[in-house]
């Protein structure tokens, strides 16, 4: 368990102050992803949904190799979901403060890519990669909740909303305690 000791010890140490230009800066960024995700064509983010797609194609041999077929459909989720929140983790240990927040709202995002999958279930009219079968559709129908694709979907969209908003009010929080410690 050194990995845990790491964190409590990392958990000891300040945060990286955060500035007002950086504040500004990541404000500003934070505004134009959360005014582009909610405008965007189909809830599609050209760029930063193009390197999410990445992440969940890599999952589904990854999480495959664990030998069930379950795993394998729901590996490219994970390993979606798993990628920013490491790289939050690594900024969190490391106490840099801009990093963890722009890290969590890129997990949120990745919230809203994954109920617009999962809303698709049913109807299928999202292209898929390579053809093959739809991962949401498989896996509702596994578990029996298929006919609550958009029901589930909208939780997950709702979940991915607060984490965006929840990352910018933490690092509001921050800059002004730094101005006011």
Not at 15 to 34: D, I, K, N, R, Y
Not at 99 to 126: F, H, K, P, T
């Amino acid at each position: 368990m050194g990995w845990l000791q790491d964190l409590r010890e990392a958990g000891a140490e300040p945060w990286e102050p955060v500035g007002t230009g950086a504040f500004a800066a990541a404000s500003l960024g934070f505004a134009g992803l959360m005014l582009v995700a909610a405008t965007a064509r189909e809830g599609w983010i050209p760029l930063l949904d193009g390197v999410n797609l990445v992440f969940h194609e890599a999952g589904h041999p990854i999480f495959g190799l664990f030998g069930s077929e379950t795993l394998g459909f729901l590996g490219g989720t994970l390993m979606q979901v798993m990628v920013p929140v490491l790289v939050g983790g690594a900024f969190w240990r490391k106490r840099q403060t801009v990093g963890a927040a722009v890290a969590a709202l890129w997990a949120g995002e990745n919230g809203l890519n994954i109920a617009r999958y999962m809303a698709d279930a049913r109807s299928q009219l999202l292209p898929l990669v390579g053809g093959g079968e739809h991962d949401w559709a498989t896996l509702f129908g596994q578990w029996g909740c298929l006919s609550r694709d958009t029901a589930i979907a909208g939780a997950v969209r709702a979940a991915g909303w607060l984490v965006m908003l929840g990352a910018w009010a933490w690092l509001g929080w921050r800059w002004h305690r730094d101005r006011t410690a």
